[in-house]
Nanobody, 124 residues
Framework: QVQLVESGGGLVQAGDSLRLSCAAS????????MGWFRQAPGKEREFVAS????????SYADSASGRFTISRDNAKNTVYLEMNSRKPEDTHVYCC?????????????????WGQGTQVTGSS
């Protein structure tokens, strides 16, 4: 069964750091790029960061560049999103996604499996 399960969300103060994790089943991880997206109520899901299967290609949204770091541990079938210098506007539900192939992509259509998401709420 293909499964993606996020964890690590919560209520954080502005400026604090937070690390999100996404544990994937083998079928949803091996040979695939992984991505993080986020969504606020009433808004479309937006790209945050992506990493290729071999971690050789990484891409960030402008809002994440310089503050967030995506990484993966292929031995653990897990992808991470380290969020530093967090801002109140980072409040969203963060979802991980498994790519259709090994190449990093910022486009939602490049992903075919999605987790349920984890809520990150910031206070100023």
């Amino acid at each position: 069964q293909v499964q993606l399960v996020e964890s690590g969300g919560g209520l954080v103060q502005a400026g604090d750091s937070l690390r999100l994790s996404c544990a994937a089943s083998q079928g949803a991880f091996s040979g695939r790029a992984m991505g993080w997206f986020r969504q606020a109520p009433g808004k479309e899901r937006e790209f945050v960061a992506s990493i290729s299967w071999n971690a050789g290609s990484i891409s960030y949204a402008d809002s994440a560049s310089g503050r967030f770091t995506i990484s993966r541990d292929n031995a653990k079938n897990t992808v991470y999103l380290e969020m530093n210098s967090r801002k109140p506007e980072d409040t969203h539900v963060y979802c991980c996604a498994a790519g259709k192939g090994p190449d990093s992509s910022r486009y939602r259509d490049s992903y075919d499996y999605w987790g349920q998401g984890t809520q990150v709420t910031g206070s100023s």
